[in-house]
């Protein structure tokens, strides 16, 4: 591929459903797993999310954010918004979080405009917090590539230049999900599920995959389970499980929590790309079964199943981030969640077909990440 493919019409652009007090929500999102020749099998990850909430106050971590309102817009597209830019760092073997979290304006700019520096073109455009240094992101006009910039003032890294380019159809093709509940209730993701990466990390080169999504989510978040791999020969699995469980009342970040022993799907799906057959397969029958370990780090058993195709995996987490949500709502309530991403280790993997038995030893490596919720904002 030497470009992009899909529909990238809603990539730049906000409010396409009417705004929400309290809960409207917007991000864009990069998950990037890096080659690490110390830990081949993990890598090291960055994520990195550029965010707007339609709030008066909203405490993440340490941080307290007071948006300012709705985004403005000019005639030709461009969006000047109140947002926050935040990530974190795995080096291979320590998370660093955060290494950055910080309010600021943001201008969001499509390729078609004006003020876009080189040529126009339908379907780039950029990201671009309002700081001393370069905290971009965005895609060329012709969508041969993104690109991710980080300038930082952590002792664990300063400096990110990375370019995303497309991996194969199934996986560097935009794809969109969506969903109403009830009148304007419901979300908007719009997926590239993988890529590959290049570029310098503190002026080191390294090379990888990526993962990005754009979402507006506009309805309480019950808590979920998330996940997505990436597999050595471009193949790609995700599985998604929001449920109701005792954690729904849970308000603060401990790591694990007694009540944490049960849940209710509220709906069950997954996807996989198999390069090896050049098919893809969606999941309606997922199972996610979890226990602690000895760091409190939870390892997840995974279970995806089709009329066709059993999917089998067990995963632990090696690292923890945590975003820790906590915003008034009504009659002066404050609601919390709590959102944790866990770099993975595969520790098994068992995939089964008309075609036979595959296991994880067939492949270079597996990376992924995962992630678990608590709480409910509101």
Not at 142 to 147: I, N, T, V
């Amino acid at each position: 591929m030497e470009s992009f493919a899909g529909d990238f019409s809603t990539l730049w652009t906000l409010n396409n459903r009417p705004p929400i007090e309290h809960l409207t929500w917007d991000w864009w999102w990069w998950l990037v797993m890096i080659d690490d020749e110390e830990h081949p099998m993990v890598g090291k990850q960055l994520m990195v999310l550029w965010s707007t909430k339609e709030n008066d106050l909203v405490h993440i971590n340490d941080v307290e954010w007071k948006p300012k309102g709705t985004p403005g817009f000019d005639d030709e597209g461009a969006i000047q918004i109140d947002g926050m830019v935040c990530a974190w760092w795995f080096d291979g073997s320590m998370m660093h979080d955060e290494i950055i979290a910080k309010v600021c304006d943001m201008v969001v700019l499509p390729s078609n405009h004006t003020s876009w520096p080189g040529l126009e073109g339908e379907g780039g455009g950029a990201v671009v917090p309002l700081l001393d240094g370069d905290c971009s992101m965005g895609m060329l006009s012709d969508r041969s590539q993104f690109w991710l910039n980080l300038d930082l003032k952590h002792e664990a890294i300063q400096s990110i230049r990375l370019k995303m380019t497309p991996w194969n159809p199934a996986m560097s093709t935009a794809r969109e999900a969506t969903a109403t509940y009830l009148g304007s209730l419901g979300y908007d993701i719009l997926r590239l599920h993988g890529t590959k990466t290049s570029g310098t990390i503190d002026g080191n080169d390294v090379t990888g995959t990526a993962y990005f999504q754009k979402v507006c989510v506009q309805a309480p978040s019950v808590p979920w389970y998330w996940g997505v791999l990436h597999f050595s020969d471009g193949s790609y699995l995700d599985w998604f499980l929001p449920h109701l469980a005792p954690t729904i009342l849970s308000r603060d970040p401990r790591a694990w929590r007694k009540r944490d022993v049960t849940h209710i799907a509220v709906s069950q799906g997954g996807l996989f790309h198999d390069a090896q057959y050049g098919r893809s397969e969606r999941f309606k029958l997922v199972t996610v079964e979890k226990d602690r370990q000895a760091n409190n780090l939870p390892r997840f058993s995974v279970h995806l199943k089709n009329g066709r195709t059993s999917i089998r995996l067990t995963v632990r987490a090696v690292a923890r981030a945590y975003w820790d949500f906590h915003q008034p709502t009504r009659g002066g309530i404050w609601s919390h969640l709590t959102y944790n991403e866990y770099p993975l280790e595969v520790e098994s993997l068992t995939i089964e077909d008309e075609h036979g038995i595959r296991q994880e030893s067939i492949y270079d490596w597996i990376r992924g990440n995962a992630e678990h919720s608590w709480g409910l904002l509101h």
